[in-house]
């Protein structure tokens, strides 16, 4: 079965370090990748999209990468601040739809 | 305007009452979607709605009907729900139904509790 998987197990780093936060899949084809943050009892806020065809993507301090080979996404915050504590959910869309499957998410929490 | 608004922000019932969530945006978006999302799991996909018409239903019980007056708003009726029912209901957007690279722009939610 499809399966999308993001570590359930908060992330905990000091300011000013970079969060690295994974998605893996399996069974999938996704024909792009999205990163979403959501803050508690709020939605989703959109944050990068990477398609199949492409290695990497950068928004200001944001970067996501894309490796269909290993059915993973890595999604990267440089220079962290304690704003950026979130839940961050990656999305698959396969090829064909227009809609996602969403991860669980992964907690991020930087500490001042 | 970029934003999608959700009514009500909170919303307490019992099981025997009838409420409705409601959902707008003006982007223009052709395609709404309802969500639902209990704590700690990702968003579970209720209903899409494209061009104003249902499209996607997964398999909700039949005590949430959704409904699309128009290309701006959207409905979830509620009746005879289950305390299990409880959870943040996320309404979302996006542009136009088949177009690739599809973001989904969401409420802020509702959040609901079954008595």
């Known amino acids: 079965s499809q399966k999308i998987e993001q570590n359930s197990e908060a992330l905990n780093i000091q300011e000013g370090k970079t969060a690295t936060l994974t998605c893996n899949y399996t069974n999938y084809s996704p024909a792009y990748l999205q990163w979403y943050r959501q803050d508690p009892g709020r939605g989703p806020v959109f944050l990068l999209l990477?398609?199949?065809?492409?290695k990497e993507k950068r928004k200001e301090r944001l970067k996501v990468t894309f490796d269909t080979t290993l059915k993973q996404s890595l999604f990267h915050i440089t220079a962290s601040q304690p704003a950026d504590s979130a839940t961050y959910l990656c999305a698959l869309t396969p090829g064909g739809s227009y809609i996602p499957t969403f991860g669980r998410g992964t907690s991020l929490i930087v500490h001042p | 305007d970029t934003e999608v608004t959700q009514t009500p922000k909170h919303l307490v019932m019992g099981m025997t009452n009838k409420k409705s969530l409601k959902c707008e945006q003006h982007m223009g978006h052709r395609a709404m979607y309802w969500y639902k999302q209990k704590a700690k799991k990702p968003p579970e996909l209720m209903f899409v709605?494209?061009?104003?018409?249902?499209?996607i239903n997964e398999s909700v019980p039949s005590r949430f009907s959704p409904e699309c007056p128009n290309s701006s708003l959207l409905n979830l009726h509620l009746h005879a729900l289950q305390p299990e029912d409880s959870a943040l209901y996320l309404c979302?957007?996006?542009?136009?139904?088949?177009?690739?690279?599809?973001?989904?722009?969401f409420g802020p939610g509702t959040r609901l509790l079954v008595l």
């Open positions: 979302a957007s996006s542009q136009a139904p088949g177009a690739s690279g599809e973001t989904q722009y």
């Open positions: 990477i398609r199949e065809n492409e």
């Open positions: 709605y494209s061009y104003e018409k249902l499209s």
